[in-house]
């Protein structure tokens, strides 16, 4: 049986996902599918930083073993003949991080817990998730301690119950995620009014969410129902209501703007944000129709050179996508890194305002 996904035979929806993921070199969709180049009889991971090959030499396996059983070999730049080991002893260790609190979490001690070494163990991290243990075990707290907050529990018991050693640093961290206290956020927008509208754009369809003061959410997406309940879900206590009136002119900037247009009016915006979220979604609004700049630039600009990660929080919980031009920041070598609204939107903006910008010159 030839379990080869030739896409001659695949969804042509599919087959242009695979090969867009190939093209961005995903990490998120290592493991999901392999890549056999037929010129050098070699397979690789979708992120493979090598040079890509041309379109019509690529065949898709779902798994390293069927790309070898077809006569393809491992590449020794990305060794994909790895992934499957190293998602495994990631998801062992994910079940061990998600337990462990501030002060008892050592990567030595997890390492040994399932017989591994630790250069091992940070190697996998990263080659799976793209992160290291330490910020994938602060992701899982924080989404730990956010889930506490919305079934009503108090916020010292929430504390405890996911090993953060004080309630300072709760407040240091997620702000930075939640885009206020955990007391504002406990209360899951309670008293706001918020009104939608949802238009279709090239992107898709496009969420716009406002109070009366301004714009407080741009979603992207595929799905009416799954873009109004992520909605839902961020401010489960708010009162959300289809726009009547007021909102037609932003939506119609904002629409613009997703394909690839340059600003025509200014936005108001309400947003609930710490003063360093603010100040980097200032300065990514600063960023030329067209360019790009990396997290280590932004971070400079804003006189913190060491905050690269801090910059990349802050473009993650940014609630309102366009808007604040998020997409135009990307990893130190070139590779777009992670978007919300999926990666080959992302693209597909920066070619669009590439495209504009320089039919402009």
């Not at 896409?7 to 392999?34: C, E, H, I, M």
């Not at 129902?225 to 726009?243: D, G, H, Q, T, W």
Request: proline share 5%.
């Amino acid at each position: 049986m030839n379990n080869t996904l030739d896409t001659t035979n695949l969804n042509p929806r599919v087959a242009d996902q695979y090969w867009k993921a190939t093209v961005a070199r995903d990490r998120r969709s290592d493991g999901v599918f392999f890549l056999g180049v037929r010129s050098t009889h070699i397979y690789c991971r979708p992120s493979c930083p090598a040079r890509r090959p041309l379109r019509r030499n690529v065949e898709f396996f779902q798994t390293q073993s069927e790309a070898e059983q077809h006569g393809f070999r491992p590449c020794l730049r990305c060794k994909p003949n790895e992934i499957s080991a190293a998602t495994a002893l990631v998801q062992k260790a994910a079940a061990v991080l998600v337990d462990s609190d501030e002060e008892s979490l050592r990567l030595g001690a997890v390492a040994r817990q399932l017989s591994t070494s630790t250069s091992r163990l940070r190697r996998a991290f990263v080659q799976v998730t793209g992160l290291s243990p330490r910020d994938l075990a602060e992701a899982l707290r924080l989404k730990r301690f956010k889930k506490l907050l919305r079934q009503g529990r108090k916020i010292t018991d929430a504390l405890y119950e996911t090993g953060y050693g004080s309630s300072s640093r709760v407040y240091e961290r997620s702000n930075a995620q939640l885009g206020m206290t955990p007391a504002t956020y406990q209360k899951g927008g309670k008293g706001m009014r918020l009104g939608y509208t949802i238009a279709n754009g090239k992107l898709g369809k496009v969420l716009v969410a406002a109070t009366e003061r301004g714009v407080s959410a741009v979603y992207l997406g595929d799905s009416e129902a799954r873009l109004l309940s992520e909605l839902r879900e961020e401010y489960p206590k708010a009162e959300i209501v289809p726009a009547r009136n007021g909102l037609e002119k932003w939506v119609k900037e904002i629409v613009s703007r997703t394909e690839g247009n340059p600003p025509r009016q200014e936005l108001p915006l309400d947003l609930l944000a710490t003063a360093f979220q603010r100040r980097v979604w200032q300065e990514l609004q600063r960023i030329p129709l067209g360019k790009t700049r990396t997290y280590a630039q932004v971070a400079r600009a804003l006189g913190r050179p060491s905050a690269s990660r801090a910059v990349a929080r802050a473009c993650a919980t940014n609630p309102v996508s366009v808007v604040v031009p998020c997409h135009r920041v990307i990893r130190g070598d070139g590779n777009l890194a992670g978007y919300r609204w999926g990666i080959d939107r992302k693209q597909q903006l920066l070619r669009s305002e590439h495209a504009d910008a320089a039919a402009a010159i």
